[in-house]
């Protein structure tokens, strides 16, 4: 209910954290995902908008210099973590061989992270987070193709993948928005079954399809 204090101990810090050096070895990294943590939980009874630096510090157990050392602002937090789970869902794409296998790889990871896409997503009125999936999906394609053609994609095909990723990124959002319902694998085939023809041919010639 509103006004509910979230009290979040050592322990309650995920354990992949606690065994990742890399993730969570230092004490910022391990500051911030412990202010993550209750960002994640007030999410879970309140709008981001109605969520105050006051409650995520006294949930915390730490004072409000300690929350600003770390982040701006609510919102810079809900970018932080934001980046750093959807780079994750990114590597979970990228051990797919096919676009397909890496799609689902992918929607499987941030469907267990949905409550807190949904949240940011919902809040996200100027469109950052979708430019940023938007140019990491880019950059991923992009890449697919030049390290397996050893050349640089012409402007057509930069053209037809533009498009192609714009619109991947807003079914995405419906479907984490709950306006689409189905499966991470219904989605996924539904995006390669969109993909623009000739876009869908050059994947196919790299067998990534």
Request: aromatic share 12%; charged share 30%.
């Amino acid at each position: 209910e509103r006004g509910k204090r979230f009290v979040v101990k050592e322990g309650a810090i995920p354990m992949e954290y606690l065994c990742d050096s890399n993730a969570y070895g230092k004490n910022t990294d391990r500051m911030k995902y412990r202010l993550a943590d209750v960002m994640k939980q007030c999410m879970k009874t309140a709008p981001v908008e109605k969520i105050t630096v006051k409650e995520i510090v006294e949930a915390c157990g730490i004072t409000r210099q300690t929350f600003y050392r770390n982040f701006k602002d609510k919102y810079d937090l809900i970018n932080w973590y934001f980046d750093k789970i959807l780079l994750e869902s990114f590597e979970h794409m990228g051990e797919g061989e096919t676009i397909y296998e890496g799609l689902v790889n992918k929607f499987c990871y941030i469907r267990q992270e949905k409550m807190f896409f949904r949240a940011a997503f919902k809040n996200d009125d100027q469109n950052c987070l979708r430019d940023h999936d938007f140019q990491l999906i880019l950059q991923f394609y992009t890449e697919k193709i030049e390290q397996n053609t050893q050349r640089q994609i012409s402007d057509r095909v930069r053209f037809l993948l533009e498009m192609y990723c714009h619109g991947s990124i807003y079914m995405t959002v419906q479907w984490l928005l709950g306006q689409w319902k189905g499966t991470p694998e219904e989605l996924a085939s539904l995006l390669v079954a969109a993909m623009p023809e000739e876009l869908s041919a050059i994947f196919k010639k790299l067998k990534l399809l």
